[in-house]
């Protein structure tokens, strides 16, 4: 297939922004399990978070480790979790507190709080913890994946919530006015739906989505399938918002590298990371994302739940984590400008602005085929451009090609690429620079079944 593009510009899609949100940096971070289990080397852990250019964490301080007895609240001092929250903020960076999970002294045998004594306690409880991370937690989260449990994924169940909410919101406010609010997590876009018309906008300041693809099967366990996702439930959220976005963080994303049904390669986790990262910022009610999660939670290679980190248990970098500290800066920093027409909508080329660089992020959601783009630069002085696929090192190159496959003579002024799954970054000046030809062929990316060696 080819086509001929004449301009980058007729070629654009502009995204709006939200108001209010345009000052916010974009945070760009991992969930830790320090506050509930302390598990991990904490120093290791921040150590390699800081070196890849994260930027918020998220972390738990539950019900039941507050109040060790009922009507007692004592802030236990976790060095783990203290550390982490005092780091991040040394460093302006965003904490996320969630206030989660049933006490068994006030909710008995549910799991969520439902009467007026189990409600009141929730909220002493969440204006305690308030009170204690004032000035270092920029969200508190009121719970975690409200609708992960059997007969709480319905309207009634989030009208609980949303009551919940009524009442522990404004007393989080008084002990720390500063906060931000933050909904449940809703997993799925039928729940987001309950959740919204349950009334929870009236109440918090940015909602949280774990819209988790990687459970669905081979085929919608994707990168475009979660993108799709994303995109039903921002036309979920405006239907309930006079049609008008609502900032969204996603606190939870991620792909297991694990031997497991649902598990992936860590190739293909870090290859999916990296098309994460380099189309999250076109999503513009999206204002941060977080790696479900920085560690894994075990060594388990057959359990998928114990393998999303970016670092083994013992701390080992995996792939995902160097496309993670490779991206950090363009997602963190950059601008996106637009998505740039191929004629293929599974062929991606994003033109972003860094640091007074031209950046394009490429790659292609084929299964089974290469793309060959060409890129022309019309400017009278060509500099040389940086490439890189995600995670690896630069190069640089020099304009200049020659079709030698077609013998055809050397052209000056372009460059060819062959794009895959993994993003391709080619960064520079390329305000001159426009799309002259893209040819997708076929290249299977895996031997046959039966010719596995």
Known sequence: MKHIISKLAAAALLLPGIAGWGAEPFRLGACFHFGSSASGDV???????????LNAGRDERSWRFVEWEKGE?????????????????????????????????????????????????????????????????????????????PG?????????????????????????????????SATMDYKLENLLKAGVLKHVDVLSLHPYVSWRGRGKDTVESWYGLMQ?????????????????????????????????????????????????????????LLWYDFQDDNVRPGEAEANFGLIRADATPKPAYYVFA?????????????????????????????????VYAMWNYHPDRNTQIVLRNEAETRAPVSVRHAGRPAVTMEWGRRDWLRQKPRQADELAFTLRDMPLLLRGDLSRVRLVRIETVPFPRELPINKQP
């Open 73 to 149: 609240l004592r802030y236990f001092r976790n060095g783990h979790i203290e550390r982490m929250i005092s780091r991040l903020h040394g460093r302006g960076g965003c904490y996320i507190n969630i206030l989660c999970y049933a006490h068994p002294a006030y909710c008995g045998g549910e799991r969520i709080p439902k009467t007026p004594e189990a409600i009141e306690g929730f909220c002493r409880y969440a204006e305690f913890v308030a009170g204690e991370t004032k000035g270092k937690a920029a969200f508190q989260q009121v719970w975690n994946e409200w609708d992960a449990h």
């Open 232 to 288: 039903r439930m921002d036309r979920t959220i405006r239907k309930y918002n006079r049609g008008k976005p609502f900032p969204v963080y996603i606190t939870e994303i991620g792909w297991p590298a694990a031997i497991a049904a649902n598990g992936f390669t860590e190739e293909t986790q870090a290859v999916y990371a990296a098309q994460l990262l380099c189309s999250v910022r076109t999503l513009p009610f999206v204002k941060g």
């Open 43 to 53: 120093e290791a852990n921040l150590n390699l978070f800081e070196q890849a250019g």
């Open 152 to 184: 709480t994924d319905t309207l009634e169940s989030h009208r609980d919530y949303v009551k919940l909410l009524a009442a522990v919101v404004p007393r989080i406010r008084a002990a720390d006015p500063s906060v931000k609010i933050m909904s449940t």
């Open 326 to 358: 490779d991206l950090s800066e363009l997602v963190r920093d950059g601008e996106f400008v637009r998505r740039i027409e191929t004629g293929d909508q599974k062929v991606w080329i994003l033109h972003y602005r860094l640091n007074g660089d031209d």
